[in-house]
């Protein structure tokens, strides 16, 4: 049952004060060379599976901006991390870019610790659960330049299979 105006316009009032709703992600695995380009694309289906789910969320306020991922069926107790590149997803891995940092580093790859780290980049860990689940949420104190967050990347931390440590396995289409 939809929910009237009326009840709605005390949510809606808070927007402006959270700076706004932000960006919302939620697409399931496929491979690059589906018909229809997808926006989550699978690079190791052995630990992102075709069909498992992502959800990513970014928000912003006068203080900064949250991201928070959530996974779904992906390969159980499977450690990744997750950083927000430059490119766009594509049927090679490396489309994504390089991570997207708030002060850019003048030489990539970006190596210098003074530019890679946790509060210059977007940094995100976590570790699936038995059911292949997971979520990791951080925050910095920045906001995106408008078309220069372009997708989430899904990296490998330890070697998993076929996959050494730092591989990109999976790739969301943001445009944060």
Do not use: K
Not at 6 to 11: E, G, H, K, N, S
Not at 33 to 42: G, L, M, R
Request: with cysteine.
């Amino acid at each position: 049952m939809p929910v009237p105006f009326t009840a709605a316009l005390p949510a809606l009032l808070l927007l402006p004060a959270l700076g706004g709703p932000g960006t919302v992600v939620e697409a399931d695995f496929a491979p690059a060379t589906a018909f229809v380009p997808p926006a989550a694309i699978s690079h190791a289906p052995d630990v992102v599976p075709y069909g498992s789910r992502v959800r990513v969320t970014e928000a912003w306020s006068g203080t900064g901006t949250a991201v928070e991922l959530e996974l779904t069926g992906i390969a159980p107790a499977t450690e990744l991390a997750a950083h927000v590149h430059t490119g766009q997803c594509g049927a090679d891995p490396a489309a994504s870019g390089p991570h997207y940092q708030d002060a850019v580093d003048p030489v990539q790859p970006s190596t210098d610790r003074a530019y890679a780290n946790d509060r210059n980049e977007v940094r995100l860990a976590l570790r699936t659960d038995a059911a292949g689940d997971g979520t990791a949420r951080t925050a910095v104190h920045w906001r995106f330049r408008p078309g220069g967050a372009r997708s989430l990347v899904l990296h490998t931390v330890h070697a998993e299979g076929a996959h050494p440590a730092g591989a990109r396995v999976a790739c969301v289409n943001v445009d944060f």
